[in-house]
T-cell receptor
Framework: QKEVEQNSGPLSVPEGAIASLNCTYS??????FFWYRQYSGKSPELIMSIYSNGDKEDGRFTAQLNKASQYVSLLIRDSQPSDSATYLC???????????FGSGTQLTVLP | DAGVIQSPRHEVTEMGQEVTLRCKPISGHNSLFWYRQTMMRGLELLIYFNNNVPIDDSGMPEDRFSAKMPNASFSTLKIQPSEPRDSAVYFC????????????FGSGTQLSVL
C-alpha cells in the first residue's frame, strides 16, 4: 500500500494561472514534508519544505500543510511554461529515517 | 562542489550480465541513498547508508542486488545477474547531517536490460 498518494495527472493550466498540487499521507506521526520538482529526463530537486501546519511561501510557491487531515499541497502562482515538470511529494515518516515519495503529478503550463 | 556524480549515465546490457553502478556523494554528506525510478512504481528507495554503514536495505528487491560503500566518497550498486525487469533509472542521492531530509540527487543511470 502506497503511503504517500498524489494525483498523477497530467494537470494542465494556462500561463499565469495558479497550479494546485495535492498530496495525502498515511503516517500520522510524520513531521517533515517536502516538494521536489523533476524535469523530464532529469533528477529530482528540492524546492520546498514545510514542518508546521499552515502556509509557507517562497516566491511564487506556497506549501500548505494540514496534519489533522494528513494533507499537504503546493500552489504555484503565476505559472510559467518553465514550471512544466513532475512534482513529487515526499514525507519523512515518524519512525523512519528516510523519505517516502509519492508517484508525482505531471504539470504542464500552456503558453 | 560538483554535486553527486553517477556513472555510467546510460547502460545497455543483456539479460544475465552483471551491472555495476557507481556513485560519488557530495563531500561532507553523511548519508547516501540508492533509488530506482520506473513509470509503474515511481521512485523507490533501495538502500541507504549512514557514515558508510548500511542502515536499511529492505527496499532491495532480491539477492541479485547488492550495494557497498567502502568509504565516504564512493558507493556501488551491483545487479548480478541482471533481468529485463531491472530496466529503470537508478538514482544516487546524498544528504548532509543526520536528518536525511534534504536529498541531493545525481543525474541517474538509465539501465536497459535486453
Amino acid at each position: 500500500q502506497k503511503e504517500v498518494e498524489q494525483n498523477s495527472g497530467p494537470l494542465s493550466v494556462p500561463e499565469g494561472a495558479i497550479a494546485s498540487l495535492n498530496c495525502t499521507y498515511s503516517d500520522r506521526v510524520s513531521q517533515s514534508f517536502f516538494w521536489y520538482r523533476q524535469y523530464s529526463g532529469k533528477s529530482p530537486e528540492l524546492i520546498m519544505s514545510i514542518y508546521s501546519n499552515g502556509d509557507k511561501e517562497d516566491g511564487r510557491f506556497t506549501a500548505q500543510l494540514n496534519k489533522a487531515s494528513q494533507y499537504v499541497s503546493l500552489l504555484i502562482r503565476d505559472s510559467q511554461p518553465s514550471d512544466s515538470a513532475t512534482y513529487l511529494c515526499a514525507v519523512l515518516e515518524g519512525s523512519a529515517r528516510q523519505l517516502t515519495f509519492g508517484s508525482g503529478t505531471q504539470l504542464t503550463v500552456l503558453p | 562542489d560538483a554535486g553527486v556524480i553517477q556513472s555510467p549515465r546510460h547502460e545497455v546490457t543483456e539479460m544475465g550480465q552483471e551491472v555495476t553502478l557507481r556513485c560519488k556523494p557530495i563531500s561532507g554528506h553523511n548519508s547516501l541513498f540508492w533509488y530506482r525510478q520506473t513509470m509503474m512504481r515511481g521512485l523507490e528507495l533501495l538502500i541507504y547508508f549512514n557514515n558508510n554503514v548500511p542502515i536499511d536495505d529492505s527496499g532491495m528487491p532480491e539477492d541479485r542486488f547488492s550495494a557497498k560503500m567502502p568509504n565516504a566518497s564512493f558507493s556501488t550498486l551491483k545487479i548480478q545477474p541482471s533481468e529485463p525487469r531491472d530496466s529503470a533509472v537508478y538514482f544516487c542521492a546524498s544528504s548532509p547531517g543526520q536528518s536525511n531530509e534534504k536529498l541531493f540527487f545525481g543525474s541517474g543511470t538509465q539501465l536497459s536490460v535486453l
